[in-house]
T-cell receptor
Framework: GQNIDQPTEMTATEGAIVQINCTYQ??????LFWYQQHAGEAPTFLSY????GLEEKGRFSSFLSRSKGYSYLLLKELQMKDSASYLC??????????FGDGTTLTVKP | ETGVTQTPRHLVMGMTNKKSLKCEQH?????MYWYKQSAKKPLELMFV???????ENNSVPSRFSPECPNSSHLFLHLHTLQPEDSALYLC??????????????FGEGSRLTVL
């Protein structure tokens, strides 16, 4: 079956660095996605990893280890607007994406 | 026009009503999706349409009926829903290449309340 785990909630301070972890067990693997969803809004794409290693995009980076079934999203220089839910999603067999429950990040001044 | 638009944004209906949700994508993608997002639950895939053909029906009750008249439009027809069907219904699109779904582009969602 499909199983994706990520922490339910995290809190961090403005200007700090936070790492949101995601572990997965899925049928097949075509890539791992991170999405950001602000309250009351649509999820928006942040990053995609299909090979092992780190992908950097501005203040956000995402890491993947396929052998460990593990990914993390790293947010640097946190801003208040980064308070949102962060969704880990894995595309498995037949192009079907499975989402984790999401991690609600609260950034405090 | 934004990438993926959904209407209505909010919908309240009784259990005996018939209503429809509409989604339109302006990105030229070849696949469209319906997802259900309930409080404290992960996004649940409901239906997938690839090149207008339904390729996935994720064990969704028949009171939800999708329709995809062309690659840009997707509907979700609702009939005799239950209160537990109250949720945010998200439409998404992507460009499927070689079986790879890729990045999903989501609409703002339709917030459905069933009384």
């Amino acid at each position: 079956g499909q199983n994706i785990d990520q922490p339910t909630e995290m809190t961090a301070t403005e200007g700090a660095i936070v790492q949101i972890n995601c572990t997965y067990q899925t049928s097949g693997f075509n890539g791992l996605f991170w999405y950001q969803q602000h309250a009351g809004e649509a999820p928006t794409f942040l990053s995609y990893n299909v090979l092992d290693g780190l992908e950097e995009k501005g203040r956000f980076s995402s890491f993947l280890s396929r052998s460990k079934g593990y990914s993390y999203l790293l947010l640097k220089e946190l801003q208040m607007k980064d308070s949102a839910s962060y969704l880990c999603a894995v595309e498995g067999n037949a192009g079907k994406s499975t989402f984790g429950d999401g991690t609600t990040l609260t950034v405090k001044p | 026009e934004t990438g993926v638009t959904q209407t209505p944004r909010h919908l309240v209906m009784g259990m005996t009503n018939k209503k429809s949700l509409k989604c339109e994508q302006h990105l030229g993608h070849n696949a469209m999706y319906w997802y259900k997002q309930s409080a404290k639950k992960p996004l649940e895939l409901m239906f997938v349409y690839n090149f207008k053909e339904q390729t996935e029906n994720n064990s969704v009750p028949s009171r939800f009926s999708p329709e995809c008249p062309n690659s840009s439009h997707l509907f979700l027809h609702l009939h005799t829903l239950q209160p537990e069907d109250s949720a945010l219904y998200l439409c998404a699109s992507s460009q499927v290449v070689g079986g790879w779904t890729g990045e999903l582009f989501f609409g703002e969602g339709s917030r459905l309340t069933v009384l």
